[in-house]
C-alpha cells in the first residue's frame, strides 16, 4: 500500500504560479510512475501530467508549456509547478502512484486549486 499526501494548493490570481508537492511512503519510489489529475466541479477526473520511474515526462495538451512536474527520489515527493495560472484551471488536484511493476493504483486526497481574481 502506497499512501499519497498533497500539499501546495489554494486561491491564486489568473497569471501567477502554485507549486503542488505530494509526498509518497515506501521504500521503491522511484520505481513508480508518478501522475497528477485533476477534477473540476461537475467534470470527469482528467489526467494532467507524469514523470515516469525513467524519468520520462509527458503532459495534457492544456498542460503542456505551463505545468512542469519533477521528482525528487531522495524526498519520496513529485511536484507540479505550474505557471500562467487560469480560471479553467480550477480543480482539486490528485496526485497518483503506480508502481512500474505493477498495475495497482494508488491515489492521493487531493489539495484545492482556485484560480480567480
Known amino acids: 500500500q502506497i499512501q499519497l499526501v498533497e500539499s501546495g494548493g489554494g486561491l491564486v490570481q489568473p497569471g501567477g504560479s502554485l507549486r503542488l508537492s505530494c509526498a509518497a511512503s515506501?521504500?521503491?519510489?522511484?520505481?513508480?510512475?508518478m501522475s497528477w489529475y485533476r477534477q473540476a466541479p461537475g467534470k470527469q477526473r482528467e489526467w494532467v501530467a507524469t514523470?515516469?520511474?525513467?524519468?520520462?515526462?509527458t503532459y495534457a495538451a492544456s498542460a503542456k508549456g505551463r505545468f512542469t512536474i519533477s521528482k525528487d527520489n531522495a524526498k519520496n515527493t513529485v511536484y507540479l509547478q505550474m505557471d500562467n495560472l487560469k480560471p479553467e484551471d480550477t480543480a482539486v488536484y490528485y496526485c497518483?502512484?503506480?508502481?512500474?511493476?505493477?498495475?495497482?493504483?494508488?491515489w492521493g486526497r487531493g489539495t484545492q486549486v482556485t484560480v480567480s481574481s
Open positions: 514523470n515516469t520511474h525513467d524519468d520520462q515526462a
Open positions: 497518483h502512484a503506480r508502481p512500474s511493476w505493477t498495475y495497482n493504483n494508488f
Open positions: 515506501g521504500n521503491r519510489f522511484s520505481l513508480y510512475d
